[in-house]
């Protein structure tokens, strides 16, 4: 039999049989709504009466529903109040937003000569110190600044007479509120009461993040090689922290360690992320490293003369700054990254997550350019109302049954930077190959890290270890993964501590580590996917025939890798 079950969000036709209990049958609704099985009412009659116990195991015939049957499903809660409201005090928001809070925050002025007529003391509108929301101050700094920071906007909201007694920040929503009883559900009806309010496009006031800056040229320089080599774009993701940008009144700006690049396919004109199988293990070592995700970076470059290695300026006021296409990806990473937030009672507003465009610049030269998009823009992409253009990739248009329309100006610009002393969260002077990139023949094996420990012997082992592409390796490999034993040593990189390092230096794991480097120098890089060589037990020891011959006789060459089998997608 097929049950009809009206939702204030739509009905759905639940097959069932009439032998069936409430009970199962209300599961299979739960499954179809996408509900928890304890998070909705259904009725047999639209004003609520004739209750389904959830907990009967009565079956469908003899509670007398039969096929056809029209059921009523009330979510928990009454409209406008959800069932469970986030106690806000016990959200834990970033050490940043912790930090800036506590800062006093205003602008403090000297005494001006000429129009201050008071003592030293004293203090007058020429030299009172300015709120850190103060427009006009923002407008005259070099270069302007359009939006003030989020903890100033917070200080506006906060201060006057009740400082913010009554302050509460709310996130956009585009969806119909549930549980409204006086109407048939959408499309049949709807009301002022659960009709979402429409969206009008305005520049944000505020920004989550001021300021980005890369901690030295490297980190972009290795990042662009890919590009230089293939012609094709790259993408990967910015690993990092956030820290104060004094420039501006309680600013925050994001500082990048380091760009780990997931696995992709990549052409001159489009990227397509992969399934990554490092994901939680990158997660997990830039944790212990006291690093967070703070963002991602794309290329957008064509050359424009390779003789000279000009690039096309192609992002301009005249096209666009970011398509539509990439205003939705944005927005769809800055809401698997929210910030946490006390002030809003969903316990998250906004995102701190950025995005970076290496694209050419006015001068034909590649230029970082940088961005996050408005929360209006993350509403539309989190609940699916926004959606690209094919024609016009500057152009984007919301879903017919929305309100909203127009996309191009949810987005605003940040300013990216490189500092005068470049900074580094990893000393190492060498380069460990960069992971993904085998299509260079840059390989993560223990050739090259063989080839790595031989080129920086003569640094000190902290400088040797601290390469974030050669702590990934260590974790992820497939012969060796250290992920249970590697702690110390990721401490000794974030503390910059030699003696850690040291004493990590003189374990079992990182012996037999300099053992197989030992085995594989000289040899082919190694097929990451293919079984190692039977004689080899793999492990803290080695066996007899890889150290010395059966007779005593001079040691015997190791015996080659054996052959690719055919589901083996690494290089014979």
Excluded at 430 to 442: A, K, Q, S, T, Y
Aim: proline share 8%.
């Amino acid at each position: 039999i097929i049950i009809r079950v009206q939702s204030p969000d739509g009905m759905k036709k639940v097959p069932s049989t009439k032998r069936e209990t409430a009970a199962g049958f209300i599961k299979q609704v739960a499954k179809e709504f996408g509900f928890n099985s304890n998070g909705f009412s259904i009725y047999q009659n639209r004003n609520k009466t004739g209750e389904i116990d959830s907990k009967t195991s009565k079956s469908l015939s003899i509670l007398k529903i039969k096929h056809g049957d029209m059921l009523y499903l009330y979510p928990s809660g009454s409209v406008g109040v959800p069932a469970e409201v986030m106690d806000t005090a016990a959200v834990q928001e970033d050490s940043i937003d912790q930090y800036l809070a506590k800062q006093d925050g205003k602008i403090y002025r000297n005494r001006d000569a000429q129009l201050c007529r008071h003592g030293a003391l004293g203090k007058c509108v020429h030299c009172v110190p300015l709120e850190p929301f103060d427009e006009d101050y923002l407008n005259h700094l070099d270069p302007p600044v359009k939006q003030m920071s989020f903890h100033a906007y917070i200080r506006k909201l906060t201060g006057g007479a009740d400082k913010g007694k009554f302050a509460a920040l709310e996130n956009i929503s585009c969806k119909i509120k549930s549980g409204c009883e006086g109407h048939p559900p959408w499309p049949e009806g709807i009301c002022t009461k659960c009709q979402p309010s429409a969206i009008t496009l305005n520049r944000q006031r505020y920004r989550h993040v001021d300021n980005i800056m890369f901690e030295h040229h490297t980190i972009a320089d290795r990042f662009l090689d890919y590009w230089r080599k293939t012609g094709s774009q790259r993408m990967g993701y910015l690993y990092g922290r956030y820290t104060e940008h004094k420039d501006i009144p309680l600013a925050i700006r994001a500082e990048v360690a380091a760009i780990y690049e997931p696995p992709q396919n990549a052409t001159q004109n489009s990227l397509e992320l992969l399934e990554d199988p490092r994901a939680a293990a990158v997660e997990e070592i830039a944790a212990k490293l006291g690093l967070v995700k703070v963002g991602w970076i794309f290329t957008d470059l064509i050359s424009e003369d390779t003789r000279i290695g000009t690039v096309r300026y192609s992002r301009n006021q005249d096209s666009y700054y970011l398509s539509a296409e990439e205003c939705i990806t944005s927005g769809y990473f800055q809401n698997l990254h929210s910030n946490p937030c006390r002030l809003s009672r969903d316990g998250h507003f906004g995102s701190k997550f950025v995005t970076v465009v290496a694209t050419g610049g006015p001068d034909n030269q590649v230029h970082f350019e940088s961005y996050q998009v408005s929360n209006q823009c993350m509403a539309l992409v989190r609940d699916e109302c926004l959606l690209p253009c094919r024609d016009a990739p500057e152009l984007g248009y919301a879903k017919e049954s929305s309100s909203e329309q127009y996309v191009p100006d949810v987005f605003f610009k940040i300013t990216t930077t490189f500092p005068k002393d470049p900074q580094f969260t990893f000393s190492s002077t060498e380069r460990f190959p960069i992971e993904n990139r085998d299509v260079l023949g840059e390989t993560q094996d223990f050739h090259s890290l063989s080839t790595y420990l031989s080129q920086s012997s003569s640094t000190s082992f902290l400088n040797i270890v601290s390469d974030f592409h050669l702590l990934l390796f260590l974790v992820t490999n497939e012969v060796m993964p250290l992920r249970d034993s590697i702690g110390l040593i990721l401490e000794a990189v974030k503390t910059s501590n030699e003696d850690l390092a040291q004493t990590w230096k003189k374990s079992e794991q990182w012996a037999t580590i300099e053992q197989l480097c030992s085995l594989r120098h000289g040899l082919p890089h190694d097929p990451p996917l293919c079984p190692p060589p039977p004689q080899v037990r793999w492990g803290a020891s080695l066996p007899a025939p890889w150290t010395t011959a059966p007779s005593g006789g001079p040691r015997p060459p190791p015996p080659p890798p054996p052959p690719c089998g055919p589901a083996c997608t690494a290089p014979s």
